[in-house]
Nanobody, 117 residues
Framework: QVTLVESRGGLVQPGGSLRLSCAASGSIFSIDTMGWYRQAPGKPRDLVAAINSGGSSRYADSVRGRFTISRDSAKNTVYLQMNSLKSEDTAVYYC???????????WGQGTQVTVSS
């Protein structure tokens, strides 16, 4: 079992920045990928970004160039740096853990990010 604990999100103005973090604990040897998904009201949960133990990453087209995912393997922590935030980035953000190329096996509790003036 892997436990994922996310940092708190928050309210950010359009054009602003926010960094999320997610720390993994437990059977972390069973996963090689950590990432972030998001879900807006009435919409499905979609991938935002993911990174594997080899450093390969992938991004949703909607955030590429604005968001950056990184990981600190020593701390079993993944970060999502979000810049140039837009109102459409408003959603609950979920940390994920699993194997590269497969649906996540583990989820964090979710954290609300609201982009509004």
């Amino acid at each position: 079992q892997v436990t994922l604990v996310e940092s708190r999100g928050g309210l950010v103005q359009p054009g602003g920045s926010l960094r999320l973090s997610c720390a993994a604990s437990g059977s972390i040897f069973s996963i090689d990928t950590m990432g972030w998904y998001r879900q807006a009201p009435g919409k499905p949960r979609d991938l935002v970004a993911a990174i594997n133990s080899g450093g390969s990453s992938r991004y949703a087209d909607s955030v590429r160039g604005r968001f950056t995912i990184s990981r600190d393997s020593a701390k079993n922590t993944v970060y999502l740096q979000m810049n140039s935030l837009k109102s459409e980035d408003t959603a609950v953000y979920y940390c994920s853990g699993g194997l590269w190329g497969r649906p996540p096996a583990y989820w964090g509790q979710g954290t609300q990010v609201t982009v509004s003036s």
